[in-house]
């Protein structure tokens, strides 16, 4: 129907999808330190799922959105990125904002939709830690909010090595390389 937005599907709290994400969401010891700390959360689906939104259950700390995320406003407002594989991760990058991983599913996931890793590696090029599972993610999120959302400086180098320019010249430049073909 022209549409990514799919039908609500009936088993989907089945999925290891909903349960590594519900139990993320709800993880006594992150709920704890985001309170500590001083952060909330807000759980966005892919645009697909949106319909799944309700499956999830949300608390005081961190909400699920039933709407597609506005990703520039998200992106510019967050002081961290928890993603699996969205490309989202580039932009947080570049405005030097941590992101950690959350590959509970790679091996699955690699072999249904690309068949290889990529042209990205995310072994050597990820700009985060990369989580494999539960534990390892809530760690990895907590101690970024211990060091408020500070960066780490293995993932800064990674991040200056990646990104060319980091200034606010990318639109002439742009510009001046489309001025050169008229």
């Given at each position: ?107 699955d996931f690699v072999k249904r ?70």
């Amino acid at each position: 129907e022209g549409t990514n937005q799919r039908k609500h599907i009936e088993d989907f709290k089945s999925t290891a999808y909903y349960k590594f994400y519900n139990s993320l969401i709800n993880d006594k010891k992150l709920i704890s330190a985001m309170k500590k700390y001083g952060y909330t959360g807000v759980f966005y689906n892919h645009p697909n799922f949106n319909k799944q939104a309700a499956d999830f259950e949300e608390n005081d700390t961190i909400t699920v959105s039933k709407a597609n995320a506005n990703a520039n406003d998200v992106i510019s407002e967050c002081s961290m990125l928890v993603t699996d594989y969205s490309s989202a991760f580039f932009e947080c990058a570049y405005l030097k904002k941590p992101v950690v991983y959350t590959q509970f599913d790679h091996d699955d996931f690699v072999k249904r939709h690309i068949g290889t890793d990529g042209y990205y590696n995310y072994n050597t090029d990820s700009f985060g830690p990369i989580c494999y599972d539960l534990d390892t993610s809530v760690d990895a999120i907590i101690k970024y909010l211990k060091n408020n959302c500070k960066i780490e400086e293995k993932y800064k180098k990674r991040i200056d090595k990646f990104f060319i320019y980091n200034d606010k010249n990318n639109c002439k430049r742009l510009i001046n390389e489309v001025l050169k073909y008229d």
